[in-house]
């Protein structure tokens, strides 16, 4: 199992994603600011599959839509915990891509392990266990805030991403006021998930990367990363990893097999299916949604979720167009890196050729002996 990775080749407002620009073109282990050379041409090898089990002419029919965008850089695809397809169009195996708030979800699955290792009791404990919420303006109402609420995007923080350029990031998110009450509404905050850095350290004594490398990276074998820090030296809750595109691969299959890697379970079964399941539904398909198809979709603990007929699959979807895409039912992964000018029509277009086109093409996959 897994022996594919043994040879490896190796939002709210404009001023949003003018922030974003910045912090890219800023970062010092980031490379996107040297020009992009593209690879134009495609070597349509499928591996580990054949006519048998997939249309192959449709499914490469399906991938030169994507591969043909200005703004694709780079798309892999496991079927059955086997690399099938990989396709750099920018880049290489050892090029490390901004995933931006795929990080979201990493830092979902180090919940998880703390929940496994019983180093927070439950979802429902509220931040005031972790932070002194009297160095913070109204910190009655703050104080109410669950780890659950910043989970699944219901604290009522502000999605404020100026945090990154403060000395005192946290002070700044929580000085300011809360869009409502927690737990009443769902609103997307990255500075939400920046607070569960936060909450995180407090916990572990460490930082969520410190804590990531050990207990789910080394483990995949996942080394060629980086993972940016705000002023206080705190890993970035909302953004900051860059991964290589087979370990976004990776990560995704951690996903598909319920938590386990070879045979060990890195993370429980229990958070995976906690994490991957709706605590809020919404329509989507439109304004913020663009990365998903128009159904009715939801949002877990840091990760997305929608309907591809019968199965849900789940997302860890970033700004730009970053995709690590889900479906356990057929054993598939999707990894897709973009480039952070993409339109939002490109990003309508994964959404309609991944979702609509790409995953019908693959029956479930047969019981693993793994």
């Not at 030169?64 to 798309?75: M, V, W």
């Not at 407090?202 to 969520?208: L, R």
């Not at 996903?255 to 429980?268: E, V």
Request: charged share 20%; glycine share 6%; net charge negative.
């Amino acid at each position: 199992m897994f022996k594919i990775f043994v040879k490896i080749n190796a939002i709210k407002n404009i001023s949003a994603i003018l922030i974003f620009s910045l912090l890219l073109l800023s970062c010092e282990d980031n490379d996107s600011s040297i020009k992009e050379i593209v690879n134009s041409d495609v070597e349509w090898q499928f591996t580990n599959v054949d006519d048998s089990v997939l249309d192959l002419e449709l499914l490469k029919s399906n991938l030169s839509e994507l591969i043909d965008s200005n703004y694709l850089r780079a798309i892999a695809i496991s079927y059955n915990d086997q690399l099938i397809f990989d396709h750099y169009k920018i880049g290489d195996a050892n090029k490390r891509y901004p995933v931006y708030s795929v990080t979201k979800s990493v830092l979902s699955a180090a919940f998880g392990k703390l929940f496994d290792q019983e180093l927070i009791e439950n979802e429902n404990m509220t931040i005031d266990a972790f932070l002194n919420m009297y160095d913070y303006n109204d910190p009655e109402i703050k104080s109410t805030i669950s780890v659950k609420h910043l989970l699944s995007m219901q604290s009522g923080i502000q999605d404020d991403v100026n945090y990154i350029r403060s000395d005192t990031p946290i002070k700044y998110i929580l000085d300011q006021n809360l869009l409502y009450a927690p737990g009443r509404f769902w609103n997307y905050s990255s500075a939400g998930t920046h607070i569960l850095s936060a909450v995180f350290q407090k916990i572990t004594n460490e930082n969520p990367e410190s804590f990531v490398k050990k207990h789910i990276f080394d483990p995949l074998e996942i080394t060629n990363y980086f993972w940016e820090v705000d002023a206080n030296g705190l890993s970035n809750g909302g953004w900051g990893l860059y991964l290589t595109l087979h370990d976004m691969i990776k990560f995704g299959m951690l996903f598909s097999n319920d938590g386990k890697w070879n045979s060990d379970q890195l993370i429980s079964q229990s958070w995976v299916n906690r994490s991957t399941s709706k605590m809020r539904a919404f329509r989507s398909g439109s304004g913020s949604w663009e990365y998903l198809p128009d159904n009715e979709a939801g949002y877990g603990y840091l990760w997305w979720i929608n309907t591809v007929g019968d199965n849900e699959v789940f997302s860890a979807l970033g700004y730009g167009g970053q995709y690590i895409v889900v479906d356990k039912t057929r054993k598939l992964v999707l990894a897709i890196t973009s480039k952070e000018s993409s339109s939002i029509r490109y990003r309508r277009k994964i959404s309609s050729i991944v979702f609509n086109d790409l995953i019908p093409i693959f029956p479930a996959a047969p019981p693993s002996n793994n």
